[in-house]
């Protein structure tokens, strides 16, 4: 990336992380990122344990979350916002970008509305690449 196009996106990754920090959920996502980005593997249980909602956890354990992330995270390597599509209060999207795997990755992050605004989804997939070929073929 040319050194315009990455000053380019500073002014744009600034007004995201100023828009995660006004939300609850925002909040939820930028520590679970941080952690998650530092592979410390005790530090990302414990924030699982204490964040995520009981009835999610009863649905799949903070230990097997623990391993799909941190399996995520060998293969894909550390991930970055790319841009915030939405955000409220209690839920925001956002499109993230990973060190070791091209394109893009769809996150979805909703925390329930009462203190402690506990996550109560959370959502982490690629993106599918539009198929230009097609498209063209298409028209």
Do not use: C, W
């Amino acid at each position: 990336m040319s050194d315009a196009n990455e000053q380019a996106q500073q002014p744009q990754q600034s007004v995201d992380v100023i828009t995660l920090r006004k939300s609850q959920a925002g909040m939820r996502f930028i520590a679970q990122m941080h952690i998650y980005n530092t592979a410390n593997a005790d530090r990302l249980r414990t924030f699982i344990t204490d964040s995520y909602y009981e009835n999610l956890l009863a649905q799949t354990s903070a230990d097997d979350r623990l391993d799909a992330l941190l399996a995520q995270a060998a293969d894909i390597g550390k991930v970055k916002v790319k841009q915030v599509l939405a955000a409220n209060e209690y839920h925001v999207a956002v499109i993230m970008e990973a060190e070791k795997q091209p394109g893009y990755f769809y996150t979805e992050v909703k925390v329930e509305e009462d203190y402690p605004h506990k996550i109560i989804h959370y959502m982490f997939q690629p993106m599918q690449p539009v198929n230009t070929s097609q498209s063209e073929a298409d028209q």
